[in-house]
């Protein structure tokens, strides 16, 4: 299976800049189209009107963190399809747990490589 992602939309929602923008460049020289949220608030203003096919949120945030917002996402008809994996510096088996009883479709430790975030990908991608 060749590797194009060209057209893929990607969502993620981190607080912090420099995931964004790390996973943002990543993404964009693979050929996904990517979608920045700073929190789960600005995600979820976004996700009705961009429709991403995968979406990666940080556990940690203000106001709205991941757990929550991939909950709010897992409860909604329109998206409850969408993968959402979840991205968390802590390594723990209760976060890994609670990321899957809130629906979430896949873990990743931070900081991650080029590698994981793209399998990641290729592991969710709608079939063409």
């Known amino acids: 299976m060749s590797d194009n992602f060209e057209n893929l939309r990607i969502m993620v929602i981190d607080d912090s800049k420099t995931i964004r923008r790390t996973a943002e460049t990543l993404l964009k020289k693979v050929g996904c189209d990517v979608v920045t949220a700073i929190d789960g608030f600005d995600a979820l203003a976004k996700i009705a009107d961009t429709r991403p096919h995968i979406i ?3 556990i940690m945030m203000p106001r709205l963190d991941g757990y929550q917002t991939c909950a709010l996402i897992k409860n909604n008809s329109t998206f409850k399809g ?3 994996i979840m991205l968390s510096s802590k390594d723990g088996l209760f976060d890994k747990a609670k990321g899957r009883i809130v629906g979430s479709d896949k873990y990743l430790t931070k900081p991650f490589s080029k590698d994981e975030l793209l399998d990641a990908i290729r592991e969710y991608r ?3």
């Open 126 to 128: 709608p079939a063409a």
């Open 82 to 84: 969408t993968p959402v």
């Open 56 to 58: 990666f949120v940080d």
